[in-house]
């Protein structure tokens, strides 16, 4: 289980977090919602080491990570550009990591990998010749071989569209389930968090509006922010799409709209 005690941190003296208390379960899928510069990447840098905390503490399975450096937490990100090696081709890529600490996966493990993430095809093709969508697909494999102990996204589907977007969602659940890997995303858009985790952490200006799973946050809005910049998000773009095809029967201005 990973736990977060109070944590706080400011840049400048303005606070960005501002007592952030959480705990997340082995295994689950736990996404960072909120507007742009309300402290999500900040959270997931502090999980992840490359930030430290001005006060509070990360607790791992009962051991206390604050101090300890990011190489030595053992959890691992895929960033949003995927950061991956222009150079290396698809397999490279995938087993980068294993170059320096080979024993982690093993040959079988890596080979189930290729295939559970659709990627057999594109094994020897080089970076610059893939789609978005693959792309990300290479950036999680290479960071999966290492076999982290949670596994950070950052904004994993902010580049991808329609069909694509879908099918990495259902590759990150598979994945995640699969492995009983726990992830933790960084999101700013409230139908990718509530259609692909387990909870949901709403951040506003540095501190939690609700951490729920999505049924609770539909149903029982925390409080006027949850209410008025998520739900109401999710109620316009279906008013919008219905209105634009005439289907009157699915439209209203307001609660009666269900999110499914
Ligand atoms: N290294 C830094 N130095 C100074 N200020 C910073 C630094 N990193 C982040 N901030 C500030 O902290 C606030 C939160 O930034 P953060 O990147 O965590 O937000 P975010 O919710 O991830 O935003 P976005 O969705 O736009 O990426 C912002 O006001 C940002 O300007």
């Known amino acids: ?8 941190k400011s840049y400048d003296g303005t606070t960005v977090l501002d ?5 997340i379960q082995d295994g689950e899928i736990v996404s960072i919602l909120g507007p742009s510069g309300c402290g999500k990447t900040t959270l997931l840098n502090l999980i992840l080491g490359i930030t430290e905390a001005d006060s509070g503490k990360i607790i791992y399975n009962g051991e206390d990570m604050t101090n300890i450096p990011m190489e030595k937490r053992g959890f691992n990100i895929v960033f949003q550009d995927y950061a991956l090696f222009p150079n290396l081709n698809v397999y490279k890529n995938i087993t980068y990591g294993l170059k320096n600490k080979p024993d982690i996966s093993t ?4 080979e189930d990998l290729i295939d559970l993430l659709g990627l057999r095809e594109h094994l020897t093709k080089k970076i610059e010749q893939l789609s978005g969508g693959q792309k990300q697909r290479v950036a999680l494999a290479r960071t999966m071989v290492m076999k982290p102990k949670i596994l950070l996204l950052d904004e994993p589907l902010s580049a991808l569209d329609g069909v694509i977007k879908e099918s990495i969602k259902d590759r990150i659940k598979t994945i995640a389930k699969e492995y009983h890997l726990t992830t933790i995303i960084v999101t700013h858009d409230p139908e990718e968090a509530l ?4 909870r949901v952490m709403i951040v506003n200006e540095g501190k939690i509006a609700q951490f729920g799973n999505p049924d609770e946050i539909i149903h029982k809005p925390s409080g006027e922010f949850v209410e008025k910049f998520i739900l109401n998000q999710l109620r316009i773009k279906r008013n919008n799409i219905f209105t634009l095809f005439g ?3 699915n439209t ?3 609660k009666e709209v269900r999110v499914s």
Request: charged letters at 45%; hydrophobic letters at 30%.
């Open 1 to 8: 289980m990973l736990k977060l005690e109070n944590i706080k």
């Open 247 to 249: 289907d009157k029967k």
């Open 107 to 110: 040959k079988e493990e890596v």
């Open 19 to 23: 007592g952030i208390n959480l705990d």
């Open 195 to 198: 259609t692909l985790s387990d």
């Open 252 to 254: 209203t201005e307001g």
